[in-house]
């Protein structure tokens, strides 16, 4: 059957629920699917090794051993989860060529995706304040940084994190969709969800609004501010050689930051919009593949602890420290 014709709801079926989404996936020429296919399953590859390695690195280096290389850890952690939420779903549809996706996997998708990304937000956030930490508070920054500290960041993420999924993934499952059921990109979230649904979304879209300000607003003041604190301490140095090396083990961190809330206040704060577009569909692959695969390059580019430790992986050799 044309999807064109799934977008119209069938007769009679007012006030029927929904069974199943149509997910159209990025492109809808068949000639162009098997290089999509070979461009995603590569990319998953080498996000899932990358982040993989980065933790390896961080288990056999003693000096990869701080509070700041757990939080990494963790966040290699998440970028696995992040891009396994919705890149296998895809890549199994293009090659059963079946394009539906049952209503409780759907919401299923959406929930886990926005855990793995509120948990990122606000690693992100306790990442600023260990940077914070170390350049301003040196002399107390082992008590204030702890490993009970560390313990309580993380489980205080996943706890807020699971809070906002499971809000936004109830409340989209109080709407009503009757038809039509073709979401125009390659996973569930909620944007495209607002616009298939045949009651009103204003509520919904007001619960996203005040949320993503806590969940993404507290979070990116806190680093801005933590930022700014340290880059005041950083301007205090008299050496310049002192000022660039203090302010590099910053760098890495501010480019993923300025990746991940630029590409997340793109796509979730343009709910009024009239029509999703092709931008959206680049928004997503950001989101979802980009951010992930390019997490470990950053951290690793101009980090010779990292670079060290992730050549003795892949040679085997141990650390003499």
């Not at 350049?135 to 993420?157: D, E, F, K, N």
Request: charged content about 10%; some cysteine; proline content about 5%.
């Amino acid at each position: 059957m044309p999807y064109q014709e799934l977008m119209q709801p069938e007769p009679g079926a007012n006030g029927t629920a929904v069974t199943e989404f149509i997910l159209l996936g990025l492109v809808e020429t068949l000639e162009l699917l098997p290089v999509v296919f070979v461009l995603f399953l590569f990319a998953y590859l080498v996000t899932v090794g990358g982040n993989l390695s980065i933790l390896a690195a961080i288990l056999v280096e003693p000096k990869l051993h701080t509070p700041m290389y757990f939080f990494l850890g963790n966040l290699s952690v998440l970028d696995i989860g992040c891009i396994t939420v919705t890149v296998p779903s895809m890549l199994g549809r293009l090659l059963t060529h079946k394009r539906a996706i049952p209503y409780g996997a759907c919401l299923t998708q959406l929930f886990f995706f926005h855990l793995l990304v509120g948990v990122d937000c606000f690693l992100l956030t306790a990442m600023a304040y260990d940077r914070f930490l170390a350049i301003c508070r040196p002399l107390t920054y082992s008590t204030h940084m702890s490993l009970m500290v560390q313990g309580i960041l993380v489980a205080v993420s996943w706890a807020c994190a699971f809070t906002n999924a499971l809000t936004h993934t109830v409340a989209i499952s109080t709407l009503n969709f009757c038809g039509p059921n073709v979401i125009h990109h390659f996973y569930c979230d909620l944007p495209q969800l607002f616009q298939l649904s045949c009651s009103s979304t204003q509520l919904n879209e007001q619960l996203l609004f005040a949320v993503g300000f806590i969940m993404a607003g507290t979070p990116m003041a806190l680093i801005v501010t933590s930022y700014a604190h340290v880059a005041a301490a950083v301007l205090r140095i008299r050496s310049v050689e002192g000022r660039k090396k203090t302010f590099s083990t910053c760098g890495s961190h501010l480019t993923v930051v300025a990746l991940f809330y630029g590409s997340g206040i793109f796509n979730y704060m343009r709910l009024g919009s009239a029509k999703l577009s092709d931008k959206d569909k680049a928004v997503g692959i950001f989101n979802t593949v980009i951010n992930p695969m390019l997490n470990p390059i950053i951290y690793s580019l101009r980090n010779p602890h990292v670079q060290g430790a992730l050549w003795r992986v892949i040679t085997g050799k141990r650390s003499l420290i």
